[in-house]
């Protein structure tokens, strides 16, 4: 076993040099920084230390849910990432089939008209929200005016959120999806598009018969990651477009913004900690069972 992986070693150490900063990267930033989730398990105090601090087990767990909030936020936060899983797909996948069917010479507008949004901060896009629904001068209530409508007060009513959340989610992150199922269908081979024209194949025969399928491994990839990231919120998404009112937290708060404001206020590390970690292994199982559940349904879609 040692000698197979050695000999593997030795006929790709070009790329294993390569892909050293990378590693390390992912080593210091990400795998001992875990030696901290033992934190979670006890009450720490700054003049102690980690390991001087007293164990208290799963005590730090107890606040998040015994809280009258921890149902609320982890149903927004499941349905919103549920939302935001399957609409991104669909209109990925359209946005990413419509780019293939655009002349060569206009692709990289529509290109950077898609993915520009993907590159602005979540102030940016929060400043830019405000000016479409500021109560006095927002562009909405101005435009509702204009039609003889009453003004409305979007950052005190709840019930808009919902679509105003996944609204912007979609117009933001849309753009990155589409370009990654755009370069997978630039990878399929045109030679099965040929036949399919002789055959007499319409377009969206070619669509649902070929680029479709071939895509399929691709799309079980992006959503098994996105699964095990479905209790995991976006924390600027949540936190700078409703701008934090309060009266929008029945809408709009999920697990990490309610984490950040109980840290805010309690200044409890421990608590914040077994959140981040409940988070991330339910997030693991997450994928393991969706993983499973593909591998039984086709073997070749599966990771591993």
Do not use: C
């Not at 997978?184 to 045109?190: A, E, K, T, V, W």
């Not at 914040?272 to 292994?281: D, H, K, M, R």
């Amino acid at each position: 076993m040692l000698q197979r992986e050695w000999k593997h070693f030795k006929r790709n150490q070009e790329l294993f040099v390569m892909s050293l900063p990378a590693i390390l990267y992912k080593l210091i930033f990400n795998y001992l920084p875990m030696l901290g989730l033992v934190i979670a398990f006890k009450q720490y105090r700054y003049d102690l230390g980690i390991w001087g601090s007293e164990w208290i087990g799963f005590k730090n767990f107890e606040f998040f849910f015994k809280s009258d909030n921890a149902f609320t936020v982890t149903r927004n936060t499941i349905l919103y990432n549920m939302s935001f899983i399957l609409l991104t797909l669909v209109f990925a996948l359209t946005f990413a089939i419509l780019l293939n069917e655009i002349p060569r010479k206009w692709i990289k507008l529509h290109q950077t008209t898609l993915f520009l949004p993907y590159f602005l901060s979540w102030v940016v896009v929060g400043y830019i929200v405000f000016g479409f629904l500021d109560h006095k001068n927002g562009f909405m209530n101005v435009m509702l005016q204009s039609l003889g409508d009453q003004p409305i007060k979007w950052y005190e009513q709840a019930k808009y959120w919902p679509f105003i959340i996944i609204l912007t989610q979609i117009w933001k992150g849309v753009g990155f999806s589409t370009l990654i199922y755009y370069a997978g269908i630039l990878s399929i081979d045109s030679s099965y598009y040929e036949a399919a024209k002789i055959d007499g194949a319409s377009k969206w025969q070619m669509i649902r018969k070929i680029t479709i399928p071939l895509l399929t491994p691709l799309i079980v990839i992006l959503l098994i990651v996105a699964i095990g990231n479905i209790f995991r919120a976006d924390f600027g998404l949540f936190y700078f477009i409703p701008n934090d009112t309060s009266f929008l937290y029945n809408a709009t708060d999920v697990i990490d913004t309610f984490v950040y404001r109980s840290l805010r206020v309690v200044g409890d590390v421990g608590m914040s900690t077994a959140i981040g970690l409940y988070q991330s292994v339910v997030g693991f199982i997450l994928v393991l069972l969706s993983n499973w559940i593909i591998k039984k349904i086709n073997s070749d879609n599966a990771l591993w």
